[in-house]
């Protein structure tokens, strides 16, 4: 009896326990056939959460920590932190659906697995796409520094950069990272469709450049490409961005008259940066340490504390006062300093105008427009503003070199070299390895890799180009500190100036006439390659990148291009060592110089402002008249003004002024004594010594120099 009674207790709690449910026997063959999928569902009572969001693995990892508790919410694992999912999604996952839906109808999300994209990209793509239908705050950041449409295309504002900083910010589940990439957009229109040519003229603000998407941007901007941001996560190459960004506008393009050309280059992918390279951390301690020696310098000069001179040679009391010192030596040149002063802030100016074009604009259009005014000549002619240096170049090396021949006789070429040398390279070297470990990694932005990193990247690959100034030969798209080429130029030019001096100095005449020839035959040299090879220095509407880049390579860079102005410098650092201080020169003469330098200098700055117009069309007999003339025109009237200035010409006015002075009404004589004529006779050098002197000869001269 006792036997049977627990037979039946058994029998009653096994169908207890089973009644009203089926089970499913799990035998090895179907096991095969499970998905982790629908593992996952046989095992997870959790009613509120997609299971697609889980893993196996997860699941254990959940299960081994989790304690029963005889509540509701007992089987509900927290899989994920606040950063990795939305927790409050279980409890308003309706409405979340709904908003989400249609916030995606609106505005759809960038799908960084579109195509045939990597499988780690496409698999991130997937979880990125399944959190941010749960707005997942991860994901919505993501999908918010993404560019999206703007308003006012048809104003130039075709450049988005969604938000750098917000993206690679980013921290997501299954280690997902922020990546931010800037895509190239170039975009073609059917030439038949007038309609579509005028729109993409306006897309692209009157095409103040032309450009490709081939074309280097870090030194000219990419005018007429789109730039557009993307966030991805950082598993997704280059290559993975550019096939989904081609493949989404495909679906779109694909029924129009426009083409869309996408390109993403790998140094425009960025994520956050973890730790500095040691090449950087070298180069900062190394500025640190010149730093240190600075301070500690200016300690000991400033308490007149004994050091050696080499020391105090760092001291940063001592150099500043040198810097913003007004002294002037014996033999300097005063006016060359109000030269080097208008010449610098105008190139500054002309480059910065540049520099503008790589930022985005609401209104592109109307900046482009403007710019169209005549007056804007002051920018558009940079190339201008550096021949004054290289004139200025040969002049001071013509009269010191000449200063040095009347005192000794000879010339020690072999240590003018060195000085050089010695003056230019530790400065030079200091400045490249700043551009090239530090100042890249002191910044970051959607197109800092562009500019900034880019400059760094060439200069590790040729920077001994630089060193032995040659690499104004190798073209701007591939030179290192692209602002050091008048350095290269004007160091073989130097190289070359002995012989130039020597030659004058020994053979006056001859020498004049042959730097003569040479002067010519690099003026014709510009003209003729200017012409046949469709160059131009002046940046006019329509300009085209290549056509810049070939300017600069075929003609700017060349020291045989720029001899014509390092020869006028020559002549006359030669002139100013030989001609008098009290030299007084015809007054026709005088006056026709000044009528004739003024008109070059006139036609050089506004001759081509027609060429700045909208509707101009290139013509190359104007770009070659004006890389042929120009620079000529430009440095007659500074030299003009250093050599009258430095043989005091400058004080030579009208002569009723330069004959009287005025007490109150009364024209007086020197002697004190009340003219009864008009003019009162005066000696020259009592002329010189009047107030008039100061008043009036001086004012052209003083504007030149500081």
């Known amino acids: 009896m ?27 063959d179907r096991l095969n056939t499970l998905e982790e999928e629908d593992i996952i569902r046989v095992f997870s009572r959790n009613k509120t959460t997609s299971s697609s969001n889980y893993t196996i693995i997860q699941l254990i990892g959940d299960l081994r920590n989790h304690t029963i508790e005889t509540s509701e919410q007992t089987w509900k694992p927290r899989m994920f932190n606040a950063h990795n999912t939305n927790l409050l999604y279980g409890d308003f996952s ?32 997937e979880i990125f796409h ?32 969604g938000d750098f900083d917000e993206c690679i910010g980013i921290q997501g589940s299954e280690g997902i990272q922020g990546q931010y990439c800037l895509t190239y957009l170039q975009l073609t229109v059917d030439e038949s469709r007038l309609d579509l040519r005028h729109i993409h ?28 941001g993307v966030c991805t996560p950082a598993t997704c190459t280059a290559k993975d961005v550019e096939t989904a960004v081609r493949d989404v506008l495909t679906r779109y393009t694909s029924q129009t008259g426009i083409k869309v050309t996408v390109k993403v280059n790998e140094e425009m992918c960025q994520v956050k940066r973890k730790e500095l390279p040691k090449e950087t951390m070298y180069a900062s301690l190394f500025f640190m340490t010149i ?14 504390i004994p050091a050696s001179e080499l020391l105090l040679s760092f001291s940063l009391k001592r150099n500043f006062k040198k810097l913003v010192s007004l002294e002037r030596g014996q033999n300097d040149i005063a006016t060359l300093h109000g030269i080097r002063a208008i010449n610098a802030l105008m190139l500054l100016l002309a480059h910065k105008s540049m520099a503008l074009f790589f930022n985005p604009y609401t209104n592109r259009t109307e900046m482009s427009e403007y710019l169209g005014k005549p007056w804007t000549v002051i920018g558009r002619a940079a190339s201008l503003y550096t021949d004054p240096f290289i004139m200025l170049s040969g002049l001071l090396t013509s009269y010191c070199f000449v200063g040095k ?33 530090v100042i890249p990694y002191v910044g970051s932005g959607p197109q800092w890799n562009l500019v900034v990193t880019e400059h760094a990247n060439i200069c590790k690959r040729t920077w001994w180009r630089n060193f032995l100034f040659i ?13 050091t080429h008048h350095l290269g130029i004007d160091t073989q030019l130097f190289i070359l100036s002995p012989m130039m001096v020597l030659l004058l100095y020994k053979t006056p005449k001859t020498g004049t006439i042959i730097l003569t020839l040479c002067a010519v035959f690099s003026t014709l040299l510009r003209y003729f390659v200017t012409h046949f090879k469709q160059l131009n220095n002046y940046v006019f ?59 070059m200098f006139c036609c050089a700055f506004f001759g081509p402002a027609r060429m700045g117009s909208i509707d101009y069309i290139y013509d190359p007999l104007h770009a070659a008249l004006y890389n042929a003339f120009a620079p000529i025109g430009w440095c007659a009237l500074f030299a003009w003004v250093t050599i009258m200035h430095h043989s005091g010409n400058t004080n030579v006015a009208i002569d009723h002024l330069n004959t009287t002075r005025y007490n109150g009404n009364n024209p007086v004589s020197q002697t004190g004594q009340t003219c009864k004529v008009r003019l009162c006779p005066m000696p020259v050098k009592k002329v010189l010594q009047s107030d008039w002197h100061t008043e009036i000869g001086s004012k052209l001269a003083a504007s030149f120099s500081i």
């Not at 309706?94 to 698999?123: F, H, M, N, T, W």
């Open 201 to 228: 003229r306006l897309l692209h603000s009157h095409y103040a450049f032309r450009s490709n998407i081939t074309d280097p941007g870090h030194r000219v901007p990419r005018f007429s490409i789109i730039n557009w």
């Open 541 to 599: 509407f329509g300009t085209s990148i290549k056509q810049l880049f070939d300017t600069a390579d075929f003609s700017y860079t060349l020291p045989s291009h720029r001899l014509t102005v390092y020869i006028i410098g020559v002549l006359v650092g030669y002139l100013l060592r030989y001609l008098p201080r009290d030299y007084k020169i015809n007054r026709i003469a005088l006056y026709a110089g000044w009528i004739l330098c003024i008109i």
């Open 471 to 483: 690499h104004n030969y190798f073209g701007f798209e591939s030179m290192c500190l692209t602002h």
């Open 94 to 125: 309706e409405k979340i659906d709904r908003e989400a839906r249609r916030l995606l109808q609106i505005l759809p999300a960038y799908d960084p697995g579109a195509g045939p994209v990597s499988p780690q990209c496409k698999r991130h793509a």
């Open 130 to 161: 399944q959190e941010l239908a749960k707005f997942t705050l991860w994901a919505l950041k993501m999908y918010d520094a993404t560019a999206k449409m703007p308003s006012g295309l048809l104003n130039g504002n075709v450049n988005q950069f």
């Open 2 to 28: 006792g036997t049977y009674l627990r037979l039946w207790t058994i029998y009653l709690l096994i169908k207890l326990s089973c009644a009203g449910k089926s089970v499913d026997i799990l035998t090895s």
């Open 291 to 304: 730093l240190a020696l600075t301070i500690v310098a200016a300690y000991y000069d400033h308490y007149k």
């Open 405 to 437: 021949l009347r005192r000794t006789g000879n010339l020690n070429v072999k240590d003018e070299y060195i000085s050089r040398l010695i003056r230019l390279v530790p400065s030079l070297a200091a400045l490249m390895v700043l551009c090239t470990y």
